[in-house]
């Protein structure tokens, strides 16, 4: 994006973004944290993992490549 395409806005036509996050196996927002739990989502890694199509082909010694594929 150049300079000239570039938005910007005013702090009055901007709003807050709301960010969740899944915990124990629900999605909550985070602003709704207590302080111990905000600590805990600040000191979290977070990863990107790869597409499995990127990953390398390992043939089993007993299955042709083709079959050992899942759909």
């Known amino acids: ?3 000239k395409e570039r ?3 005013r ?3 901007r709003q807050p ?3 969740w996050t899944r915990v124990m ?6 602003s709704s944290f207590n ?4 600590s805990e989502a600040s000191e979290r890694k977070y990863f ?9 082909q ?5 299955v042709p490549l083709a079959e050992s594929r899942r759909p």
Not at 50 to 56: G, K, T, V, W, Y
Not at 58 to 62: G, N
């Open 48 to 56: 990107r993992e790869e597409p499995h199509d990127a990953l390398p």
């Open 25 to 30: 196996g629900y999605h909550r927002p985070v």
């Open 17 to 19: 973004c709301e960010i």
């Open 35 to 38: 302080i111990g739990k905000k």
């Open 7 to 9: 938005i910007a806005l």
């Open 58 to 62: 390992i043939q089993h010694p007993h």
């Open 1 to 3: 994006m150049s300079e």
């Open 11 to 13: 702090d009055d036509e």
